[in-house]
């Protein structure tokens, strides 16, 4: 099932304000963009979340893919289907509901007073996703890389399309087909803009 990509227009009106200003090299040297670290810590929710599969997004999920940004929020994907034991494992855990997201599920807040955002989806490619996780050296299940370059290109937020492009830039070839293969199939609006965005990332790490 194609994502509805309802921010075409604005993702597109960002890249074309980048490309007037692109400039080659980032000011960092290539060692400390290839690095990968998880040095601040992050809540174990495998402790936590026990009867159902997830995958952590967003801004944690994108420490194994680019240079670490102390993020201590956590963003999960969960298939609606499993929401209900997913909350069940929450209350459990003396997890307190803050409420619902507009864009579907719910935020909470754990004991230890981390922020989680509990992100769910129906669709093909969230069950693709939390089925094939890569891991973080603590263990957590985090996202695939193809899978979270389509949920930050479907957002188009600021933030997510320079993270988009310091990914894709730092991506090998391999990596690339296969994120060019997911945006074909479910967000192929985007096809265009993936390859703007990895060109920009290229030229940001050519010092």
Do not use: C
């Not at 090299?25 to 400390?32: A, H, T, V």
């Not at 060019?180 to 050519?206: C, M, P």
């Amino acid at each position: 099932m194609l994502i509805n990509d309802i921010y075409r227009q604005k993702r597109k009106l960002f890249i074309g304000l980048v490309k007037k200003r692109v400039k080659f090299g980032s000011g960092s040297s290539l060692e400390f963009l290839e690095k990968r670290t998880w040095t601040y810590p992050v809540s174990n929710l495998k402790l936590i979340i026990k009867q159902a599969p997830f995958v952590v997004v967003d801004g944690v999920a994108t420490r194994l893919y680019m240079p670490e940004r102390m993020t201590l929020d956590i963003d999960i994907l969960i298939k609606f289907e499993d929401r209900s034991l997913i909350y069940q494992d929450l209350e459990n855990s003396h997890s307190q509901k803050i409420g619902d997201l507009s864009i579907g599920g719910s935020q909470w807040k754990l004991p230890d007073n981390t922020s989680l955002d509990v992100l769910q989806g129906e669709d093909d490619w969230v069950e693709e996703a939390i089925a094939n996780p890569n891991y973080a050296p603590d263990g957590l299940p985090i996202i695939a890389l193809p899978y979270l370059i389509l949920m930050k290109l479907s957002a188009s937020r600021t933030q997510d399309l320079a993270d988009v492009s310091r990914m894709l830039g730092l991506a090998k070839e391999k990596e690339l087909d296969k994120v060019r293969e997911v945006i074909k199939i479910y967000l192929s609006t985007a096809q265009e803009d993936l390859e703007s965005l990895i060109t920009l990332g290229k030229f940001e790490i050519e010092n």
